[in-house]
């Protein structure tokens, strides 16, 4: 019994440590997050913090952490003087409708490559993979002549068109149809189905959290595009707000509280979508790799 009750004891010492070394490392662990997301947050909050100084508080040395007095007014003067109202509803409307077209022609395409056999079928998709190599930048020329002769210029369908058939979104969306049993198609064509009602009562379903993934990207990228917006939109009530945050510096007085509170304007939209979504964007992403 005495040689029973020593090994019971020193079993419940041995648990007691082991419990006591993983409590430890899960504070360590903790306490690293914690240090490491206020540093990676530390560009965020200065960003809101000055956004609310007056411009004479943002450069001083040594740095005011938070304004003495909060300057709304800052917002006032992009809002009523420099149009952001209707800026922001571009960059909005502008995102919104490219997100949704190009989640329609990527899940058509991908749905396409994944469950139809055709001739060329995989060329056709190795072309459309290899297009990802191609930088964007070198296709703006001739992208800015074929859009000049349609007569696109200054117009938001001049910045939708060239990203509708994304070759990401078209690779992302055939890796989930690949998954969806052909037993399922079968079956609906049998009960007299058509190839478009099969996609919408079938694949759509079995597509949400592709959706959701894909959906979040394509529409931070459009929110966040620069380049091509600033080549193709050319009168300010077209303007993103990419573009207007540069249309703002001045090389003699730039404005930098005013750049500061747009670019609050600018990341707020964002870190909304992505705190409300983050759930499905990571469930996507890693069903998408698990699929793939």
């Not at 420099?82 to 571009?90: D, L, P, Q, S």
């Not at 037993?183 to 592709?210: H, W």
């Not at 394509?218 to 990419?242: A, G």
């Not at 945050?245 to 747009?262: C, F, Q, R, V, W």
Request: glycine residues 6%; contains cysteine.
């Amino acid at each position: 019994m005495t040689l029973l009750t020593q090994t019971k004891k020193k079993s419940a010492a041995k648990r007691a440590s082991r419990s006591g070394e993983k409590g430890l490392t899960a504070g360590a662990a903790f306490v690293l997050m914690a240090v490491v997301s206020l540093i990676t947050l530390f560009p965020l909050l200065w960003l809101f913090s000055s956004s609310l100084k007056d411009i004479s508080q943002i450069f001083v040395n040594p740095p005011i952490w938070l304004p003495t007095t909060l300057h709304w007014e800052n917002f006032t003067e992009l809002f009523v003087n420099r149009k952001f109202g209707i800026i922001t509803w571009n960059s909005l409307l502008l995102s919104t409708t490219m997100t949704i077209t190009a989640l329609l022609f990527c899940s058509l395409a991908g749905f396409a490559f994944a469950k139809y056999r055709f001739r060329g079928k995989d060329i056709l998709f190795v072309f459309v993979l290899a297009s990802l190599m191609i930088p964007h930048e070198a296709t703006m020329v001739p992208l800015f002549i074929i859009y000049k002769n349609l007569h696109l210029i200054d117009n938001i369908w001049g910045v939708i068109l060239p990203d509708l058939a994304n070759a990401f979104g078209i690779f992302f969306m055939r890796q989930y149809c690949s998954s969806i049993p052909d037993e399922m198609m079968e079956a609906a064509r049998i009960d007299g189905c058509s190839e478009i009602g099969m996609f919408r009562r079938i694949i759509l379903p079995n597509l949400k959290s592709a959706f959701a993934a894909l959906g979040i990207i394509l529409f931070v990228k459009q929110w966040n595009n620069f380049l091509w917006p600033s080549v193709i939109l050319r009168s300010q009530e077209h303007m993103t707000l990419s573009v207007a945050l540069k249309a703002l510096e001045d090389s003699n007085n730039t404005p930098y509280h005013l750049i500061m509170a747009g670019s609050v304007v600018s990341v707020l939209p964002l870190l909304i979508i992505v705190l409300i979504f983050q759930r499905q964007l990571i469930s996507g992403m890693i069903d998408g790799a698990i699929k793939g």
